[in-house]
């Protein structure tokens, strides 16, 4: 089956840019995951759908970050405007239900300048 | 908050030799996870235990959950090359509505010498 696929793969942008990330996940996966990967680090949750619904984005800095599931598929990850701390990879899973093993993508290496 | 810790956060280990990562939870965790992840890549699922005291086995793998649910180990007998990679334990803690949150430790790195 296909895995969960995310573009861009690299961006690279100027702080108080802004920028939007895409992830589509495995077909029939309900709930779906951002990540925020800094080096060195474990993934941070940063947001969790349950299909088109919130259930946790208590790590999301709501004052810059952003993220829609509509339809309950394909999501976005927008951050406006970027700070140099936000260079990380930002990583978008899937799994079947919650509590259940989660499928990541490749990821997006963000290099804010 | 909710933390989980891991040691060590590196280890260099030659071929052949055993390596363990260690994972430990200030609360009971309702089940952990481990992941790989490879150098340049992205976490990959391992395993999910969910029992007071379960053992699974993977191979050359062999992964335990605490009597107490709050830590958790992964040992690996006789290290090879293909085991490169930064090792991850995830766990979701028990009660409240953590809608099976997961909390990452920060893993360790394993480096095998040939």
Redesign the interface.
Known sequence: EAGVAQSPRYKIIEKRQSVAFWCNPISGHATLYWYQQILGQGPKLLIQFQNNGVVDDSQLPKDRFSAERLKGVDSTLKIQPAKLEDSAVYLCASSFGTASEQYFGPGTRLTVT | GQQVM?IPQYQHVQEGEDFTTYCNSSTTL??I?WYKQRPG?????LI?LVKSGEVKKQKRLTFQFGEAKKNSSLHITATQTTDVGTY?C?G?HAGGT??????????TILTVHP
Not at chain 2, 41 to 45: D, E, K, L, T
Request: aromatic fraction near 18%.
């Open positions: 891991q309702s089940n996870q890549g992205h976490p990959v699922f999910q991850f995830a979701i953590s809608y099976g949150k997961l909390t990452f430790g920060q893993g």
